[in-house]
């Protein structure tokens, strides 16, 4: 049971995490929580189909399958998340204007939701069709049903204690700061998803991984509880390759050339707010 | 034990190194099967500097998820499956690796000599 809680909860934590910033992110929109649920939802429906076809992806592109698709669902997450920080570069001050204005959610972002909420549901994929796995395989085999369920339950639920207090903490930041520090976080979020992309593009013989920068495993190890946060939230590595750093510098330019391009296109031709931050 | 595409992929490995000029020949594999939740063999030698790919069959009933953090790979080897894990050229050294879904049993290292 304990290994069920154990191997849960990692999974759970990574998607759990992502959900409190997403959640944080879209603070004041209209229908925020539906559209995260629907990310989960549609998340864990794509699990269950990846799982159950697991064989066949596994089999897919000379044994690879699992690995581009690993690296294409990130990718296509740290697609989403950059569009993500554009829009907001050129909407976000609107949106809090109107929010402080009416003092309650609002409706003008329908847009970043429908993309949040794919972020949401890549995580929950990604992570969940492991889990769906696993415990498929301590429920039909030694453990037994009960003992995958108890401890799957247990690992979910500290999973989301921990996405939880995340939001719950970030709630705490005054909300003229709410939205520059989620796009922060996202851009931070993304580059290690960039990175982790590069990872599963070597294991699939695409490209190479590089040298090791360097080996900071016995300060502070990726697999402790703080380093698998830490690599979640800002993609810490205790043993980071040149591609790797390579792909995630890579990122945060990416992000910051997008919101600069946002916004000088809609300085251009609407005179809008110039800076990313919004006071 | 013999490994079902050893045979089919020596073949191929000379066909290749016979045919292809020096350069284009084929990364050395290693099978690697799991039984019983344990890797066989559990340490593995590899030659220090050369790509190699390691063939892990599974042979419980049950998903493992073959893993190396140090090596940055991790791939799920579903049931009665085998799978094939890239690897790039090594520096000499012990690295280890465990099979995720029973960490305290499924436990082996890549000597890289």
New interface residues.
Partial sequence: MIAALVIVFREVLEAALVVGIVLAATRGLAGAGRWVGVGIAGGLGGATFVALFAGSIADALEGYGQEVFNAGVLLLAVAMLTWHNAWMTTHGRQMAQEMREVGQAVQSGQRPLAVLALVVGLSVLREGSETVLFLYGLATGEGGLSDALTGGALGLAIGFLAGSSLYLGLLRIPSRYLFSVTSWMITLLAAGMAAQAITFLSAADLLSIGEVLWDSSTILSQESLPGRILHTLIGYMDRPTSVQAAAYVATLALIYGATLLASTLSRDTRRAPVTVRRE | MIHRFALPLTLCALLLGTAAPAGAEEPLTIPLSIKNHRFNPDRVEVPAGKPFVLIVKNE??????FES??L??E?????G?E????F?ALKPGEYPFVG?????QTKGVIVAK
């Fill in positions: 419980d009933a049950t998903p493992e998820e953090k140090m940055h790979r791939k799920v080897i579903q049931g499956k799978a094939k894990i890239k790039d995720e879904f029973h960490e305290d």
